[in-house]
Every structure is written in C-alpha cells, then in structure tokens.
C-alpha cells in the first residue's frame, strides 16, 4: 500500500504534489515524506499581537487587526499592472490596503469581516496603510506561522500545506526511535506530536517542548554513534612507532618549540607507541603551530619506514602545507609529494605509481588522496587538517588507504574543553594554547557604518605600502541582498525563554589606527544596506572607491576551480583586496595581508570573528581588524567587547558558548560531525549533557544496540553516519 513508510515514500504521494512541485521541493533537499517532516522551520511569524495602524512601528513588518469597511477595488495602470485597493478600520481608524497583481483578493476579503493583516506599515498622503499584506480571518487561534528556508517557486505557505497533509497521512506511522522509558523520564511528546508542534504550534511553550524532543533525540543519536565508533576504533592493532625518529628534525626547524607544541607530540607519540591506533585531535588557536606538530609526526613515521599522508580541504591550503613541509624537510631524506584535483594525469601517474612502490613517505593534498586509484605500500599515519570540513566517510576512506593507521585531527577552531570532551568522544584531544614567539596581537576595532569612509581610506593607504587586505560579508550573492529587503522582520525564539526585549545600542571603539585619515562628512559611496553581500560590494566599489587597485570576490557559490584561482591570485599577492564571505576562514595564510574589515559583524559568532581576525598577524607588520556594525543588541554589543579586548582564542570559545549556547557547535561549519537538522537551535548545554550520559548507559547495556526496543536507535544511527560523504 502507497503511503505507509515515511522514509521511503516520495512526497508526490501527497495531494498537489506534482512533479514540477516535487522538483522545488528537491532544490530544497526534500524528497521523501521524512525530508518533509524534518524540514524544520527556521522562525517564527508572531500574528498573535495585533496592534493599530498609529501603534505599529514604520521599519518592521506587525500585525494589524482591521474591519473591511470599503470592498477592494481592482483597476490597471500604466504598464499593465493590477492594483486593488480596499479600506479597513482598526478600531481607532481608517487605513489603505495596496495588492499588486492579485485580483483573486476582491474575492477573499469580504466587506464587513475582520481580518489579521500581516506585513509593514508605511504613511500614505491621507491614510497609513500595507503594501501586498498577507491576511487571515481573525479567528483567535493559529497565532504563531512557521518561516521555512525558501527556493523560487515555494512559499512557506505551500511547504505548511505540505506538511500538515504528511502529518494527516502518516499520524500512524511516524518512525518513534525513543524508547518509552527515556520519554517519560523526560516528559517528551512523541514523535507525533512534537512534529505537529514544530510545525503548527500555538504558543513559544509549543515550540520550546517540540524543540526540547527533537534536540534530544538528534543529539542522543549523534553520542550513540560517536559512542560505537569510540569501541571500533579500539579494536584494530595498530604498527607501533617508536619514538625518537622526530628529534632530528625538531633540532632543525628555524625556531624552537613552545611547551604547548612540545607536550602535543609527547602525547601522540605516546599514543603511537602502543598497538591501539592513535585518535587524536590536535586543537589549537591560529597561528599555535599544528602544521609543526604533525611534521614531527611525521619524521616519527619516516624514521619506522613507513608513510604518512596530509588532506586539507582545499588546494591553496594543500599548497601551503606541502611548501611548509618541504622547508620543514629540507635536508632530509624524507620524499614529500603533493596531490589535487589539478595535478596533471602524467604527473598524477607518476605520484600514485611513487607512492604505492613505498617511494614517497609522505603525501600532501586535497580529498584527491582518497581517490579509489590511490594506494599506499604501507600507511601509518592520516592527518586531516581544519577536519570539520570534511564529512565521517571522507575521513573514514582517508583510514581504509592503510591498515589500521593512526589518525591526527587538526582544527583551528576553539572549543571549549565541556563541549570537545562530548563532541570528540572517540578522540583523545591535544590542546595548543601557546602562540609561538613573535606572534603580535591583531588590533581590533569596533565600529559603525558612518566610518566606511575613513575605513576604506585606511585601506587604500595599507595597499600603497604594499600590503593586502580582505573585506568579509555574510552574504555571497547581491540578490540575496534583495530577498531580505523583500522579506519580513521574524521572530525566532530561544529555546528556553521568550523572546527579549530590545535593549540599548552597543558603544563602539572609534580610536581608529592614527593612519587613518578624517574625511569630508560627504558620502563618497552608497552606504551598504542593512547585510551586505560580497558580489554587490564588489561590484559598488572596484572600479570606485577601489578602482586602480586589482580587486578580487570570493565566495562559497563559484565553481571550486574558480575559487582555487582567486585564491591562489591573492596568495601570490596578483590581487591586493579579496572581498569575500567566510570561506576565507582556513585555508588562507598571506603573511602581506595585514588588514581584515568584517561587514555586518553582528552576523557572525565570536569564534567565527576570531577565525576570520587569524586570516591576518601572520606576517612581521602590525595587522588590524576592524568589525562593522550598527547593531543594537546586548548581545552583538558584548561580543564586539570581547572581539576589541580579546585575542585568546579558547576565551573566545567559552565566551561563546556562554552568549550563545552550544548549539552553533553542531552546525555544518563546525564540527565536522553528522550534519543536525535541529541541534544547532539548541540553547542550554545540559540537554547535551543529558543525551552524552544517556548514550553511555545505553551502550554500555547494549553496545550493538540489538535489544528490540532500540531498534530503530540503531537504524538513525546508521542514517545519521551513512548520509555523510
């Protein structure tokens, strides 16, 4: 029978679901029935307020509950547009109601019935009124609406309608994978219920109880499945390596090892000397020297006769490594060889030929080493650097090139020690928390939007001396820009509180560096708008305020060959300013580049500002960050605090983790584990907590989760892990 396995059964079985529909649904990701379901929404529409036509604020879209007391009236104007118009009363007075190109609307509003208009208020000659509201009957209930991540040709209106026909189909069949004793320890609703709740709620309570089973249930699934890859990776012997191979090349590198750098090689060497392979994660703050640790490392392994491979995320990063290793290796007999997507066939030949006869101890490059054509004589040890951006199978298919290798983890990424120690449960964890000598603090500055000019001079100034610099935004693309000017102010709640009220704006540093000149009050630009994308500030400033100086855009929708061009131009110093978004993050180490201006800095989490400041004090000059926003909230206000006062990475992590919860910890950026659906809106870490004990204790009864009752446990943890590549 059609319609019984949420899982399997594709979304057209659901009514108005045609093909063309089913193929917007699929740009979103959504193909199945479960794809629906767990398609959660990312804010909330608050109708529950109405207020009046005077009472409404100008700059955001409200609700305002009105009487139709003239009917709508539709006519054409000049270019062939519909224009229907109808008056409504609020209680306290008249207002205009404006709809282009919906004459359906004469028919739905009906003239002496009260409706709940939702949309932005603007002032008219002799009527306030609403441009294109969406309305409902006003009927008391259905006060929260669900806001869905959007592609062309879907509303969030058609993906509700969409939802609450699965939920009615399948009410019966909903997969429930927590065991009953668990939901009612918690007081959890089903599955059922909570989706209902997610999707269709009637209160913030609803939303935080849907929410409070959703998140526990995803982040139970993801320690249950770290938990099991903890216990396999014990059972494999592993080659032992003993130590003392690396003291050589430690007494030849041009600087000296910090305590920090000494006690992480102690560490893994430690690990490797056994019959356990070795899982580690090497975490340290930028510019800690992880790149030295592993080169050690790796001297260890080449000193055993035996190989040992890098893979970094990209291929300008790739490039840096293998030029570091060299000039690490220079002198000794250890064959270094690198491999990406762009080598040439005759030379990628040649390399894999090399490298499975056992004449290449160490191989450097991209996701190119796990190729299927890729064969090691004897591999030892796998470091992945900046891990997060690679998926489990990729780094799992990294180990299978060898027999039971050790594996080092390397990530730039600071998270606080409670968190890694549950994110990382089947890793041993290594902490750099010293800076080499000779590191100096990035400057780090706060300000408003009113101070691009002078920023921009500063910048032009920097390049004449030769220098480079970056410009980050959040978004990549100028119609992006356009869709959230077109869109509405939402309202996504906490997970266990409501939502704030608007406190003071924040107090911003404006001590500029002393090179940066005053200018005229006059403009000499158009002010970026309210979140900028990096495609339109590109094109408003290279041939203006920047023209003469070659100017390159980076962002995360090209093509990868074209990303690896722009980057590799800027790396050998072809372009003097990249503006781009955060893919930047890694993998960019320009010593020339010295200044780094962050646009909309509001946007971005601490440890994603400090990520983003270490693409800069990787050379001798003094290097400046300069973050831009005209935010108001204490919480953007307290993050540019710590930003202008702070360059010690794990503080900045637990700073994070205190303004904004661990839930970011779990988002496609970060962690590098199963990618959550829900778990990144989580906002107190105890349910976290909750959920790494209780995998323990599950485990620890029924480690091959067999027992009936987890059944379907065992089935989410193989999909949560299968589904990554």
């Given at each position: ?113 009260t409706y709940l208009f939702y949309g932005k208020v603007t002032d008219d000659v ?96 993801l320690q249950l499945g770290l938990a099991r890859a903890a216990d396999d990776s ?492």
């Amino acid at each position: 029978m059609i319609g019984t396995d949420v899982r399997k059964d594709s979304i057209r079985v659901l009514r108005n679901i045609g093909e063309a529909r089913a193929k917007q649904f699929k740009r979103l990701g959504i193909e199945t029935v479960a794809d629906l379901l767990w398609f959660f929404p990312r804010a909330y529409e608050d109708w529950s307020r109405p207020l009046t036509f005077a009472e409404a604020p100008r700059d955001a879209a409200v609700t305002v509950k009105a009487r139709v007391i003239l009917p709508p009236a539709s006519r054409r104007v000049s270019g062939g547009k519909i224009v229907t118009r109808a008056t409504v009363f609020d209680g306290e007075a008249p207002g205009r109601l404006v709809f282009f190109n919906n004459p359906y609307v004469e028919k739905q509003l009906k003239t002496g019935e009260t409706y709940l208009f939702y949309g932005k208020v603007t002032d008219d000659v002799d009527h306030p009124q609403m441009l294109s509201p969406r309305f409902l009957p006003d009927t008391g209930a259905d006060a929260l609406h669900a806001v869905y991540p959007l592609t062309a040709g879907l509303t969030s209106r058609i993906i509700s309608s969409a939802v609450r026909a699965a939920l009615e189909r399948y009410k019966d069949a909903l997969p429930e994978a927590l065991p009953e004793e668990i939901r009612r320890r918690y007081r959890l609703p089903g599955i059922g219920d909570a989706l209902r709740l997610i999707h269709f709620p009637e209160s913030y309570e609803d939303v935080a109880a849907a929410k409070r089973r959703l998140i526990y249930e995803e982040l139970l699934i993801l320690q249950l499945g770290l938990a099991r890859a903890a216990d396999d990776s014990a059972l494999s012997p592993a080659y032992p390596i003993p130590p003392g191979g690396e003291k050589a090349l430690i007494a030849a590198l041009p600087f000296a090892l910090t305590g920090a750098q000494t006690r992480a090689v102690s560490e893994c060497l430690a690990d490797m000397a056994g019959t356990r392979p070795m899982r580690r994660l090497l975490q340290g703050d930028v510019g800690s020297g992880k790149t030295a640790v592993a080169a050690a490392l790796i001297a260890a392994v080449t000193s055993a006769g035996r190989q040992s491979v890098l893979m970094a995320p990209t291929e300008v990063l790739a490039r840096q490594h293998y030029h570091t290793l060299c000039g690490f290796f220079a002198g000794a007999q250890t064959r270094i060889a690198l491999l990406t997507g762009s080598t040439p066939a005759a030379a990628r030949r040649e390399v894999l030929s090399a490298l499975a006869a056992g004449q290449i101890d160490l191989l450097v490059g991209t996701h190119a080493v796990i190729g299927e054509h890729v064969h090691f004589k004897d591999l030892a040890l796998a470091v992945t650097d900046e891990q997060h951006r690679f998926g489990v199978a990729q780094r799992a298919a990294l180990r299978e090139k060898g027999n039971s290798p050790h594996v080092l983890v390397m990530s730039a990424t600071p998270i606080p020690r409670t968190l890694s120690l549950i994110i990382y449960g089947d890793l041993s964890i290594s902490v750099l928390d010293e800076k080499p000598a000779g590191r100096t603090p990035v400057k780090t500055y706060a300000v408003g939007t009113d101070l691009h000019p002078r920023i921009y001079a500063f910048l032009r100034r920097q390049m004449d001396e030769g220098k480079q610099a970056f410009i980050v935004c959040p978004l990549a693309l100028k119609k992006e820009e356009d869709e959230e000017e077109a869109g509405e102010t939402l309202i996504a709640p906490s997970f266990w509180a409501a939502p704030p009220s608007d406190p003071p704006p924040p107090p911003v540093s404006e001590d500029l560096p002393p090179a940066l000149p005053d200018l005229p009050s006059s403009r000499m630009f158009t002010a970026p708008g309210p979140r900028v994308s990096a495609e339109g500030l590109y094109e408003t400033l290279k041939d203006t305020v920047f023209g003469g100086y070659p100017t390159g855009l980076l962002h995360g929708k090209m093509k990868a060959k074209e990303k690896d061009a722009v980057m590799r131009a800027f790396a050998e110093g072809k372009l003097r300013l990249l503006i781009s978004t955060t893919v930047i993050e890694v993998g960019v180490d320009v010593p020339n580049a010295n200044v780094i201006v962050i646009e909309n800095a509001e946007c971005f989490g601490l440890s994603q500002l400090h990520q983003l400041r270490g693409r800069t004090g990787r050379g001798a000059d003094e290097s400046y960050c300069i973050l831009v926003s005209d935010a108001k909230g204490e919480n953007a206000r307290q993050r540019m605090e710590t930003m202008t006062h702070v360059n010690d990475g794990f503080v900045i992590a637990e700073e994070d983790l205190k303004l904004r919860g661990p839930g970011d910890f779990f988002g496609e950026r970060q962690s590098g584990l199963p990618l959550m659906k829900i778990a990144g809106q989580m906002g107190d870490a105890r349910i976290l907590y909750t959920a790494a004990e209780d995998a323990k204790k599950i485990i620890a009864a029924d480690p091959d989760l067999s027992e009936p009752h987890h059944a379907l446990l065992k089935e989410s943890v193989g999909n949560l892990f299968a589904d990554i590549s």
